[in-house]
């Protein structure tokens, strides 16, 4: 029996994505709001798992990955949130004047030295679809600090709690890797 792309089972979460993002893409949005057609839906999505499977092969595979630097650390089955384009941001990166160096803790609680380098400030949708503005504060690790948890000693990163800290997600928070900063002003 032949199978089409209709009728597959693992392609139903894509079409249903895809449907709901071409009925969505009429929908009044609030102001403050990027306004998203179905094809950047699509795209973000896209992106995004992309992005998913090169973290899990880094986790899985690579030499510098936490679980293969550490014979006590496992790895299980990843287990990710559904994306919603619908929160999807963008802002410059804005740099404190004076970045301060704070101790954060980690998942493992043991306790890691960050510098608060800027914070990104964009909208979201709450929980009825209005606008509200976020920032979130945006890490670097001190220029003599030694590391082997991210890919660059001046990498950034996003810290983040959320209503499923502590229940759904780790206690002290997620984050979100930003890579390197970029030399554009305007980026």
């Known amino acids: 029996m032949k199978s089409n792309c209709l009728t597959s089972p693992s392609l139903w979460p894509v079409w249903l994505f895809l449907c ?27 992106e995004n798992e992309e992005y998913r499977a090169a973290r899990a092969e880094f986790f899985r595979l690579d030499p510098q990955s936490p679980f293969n630097l550490d014979s006590a650390a496992s790895l299980g089955e990843f287990s990710w949130f559904p ?47 209005k606008a509200v503005s976020i920032r979130l504060n945006v890490y670097k690790n001190p220029p003599n600090k030694t590391t082997r948890d991210v890919h660059s000693p001046t990498a950034l990163t996003v810290w983040f709690t959320d209503l499923t800290t502590g ?21």
């Open 20 to 46: 709901v993002a071409v009925l969505l893409s009429g929908c009044r949005q609030e102001p403050g709001l990027d306004r998203l057609s179905a094809a950047d839906s699509t795209a973000i999505v896209l």
């Open 83 to 129: 994306i919603d384009p619908g929160f999807r941001g963008t802002s410059k990166l804005h740099r404190y004047d004076n970045p301060a160096e704070v101790t954060i803790a980690g998942t493992g609680g043991e306790m890691r030295r960050h510098i608060r380098y800027g914070y990104f400030d964009f909208a979201v949708p709450d929980s009825t679809g």
């Open 167 to 187: 229940t759904e997600t780790y206690g002290v928070g997620r984050y979100v890797d930003v890579e390197n900063e970029q030399s554009d002003p305007g980026h």
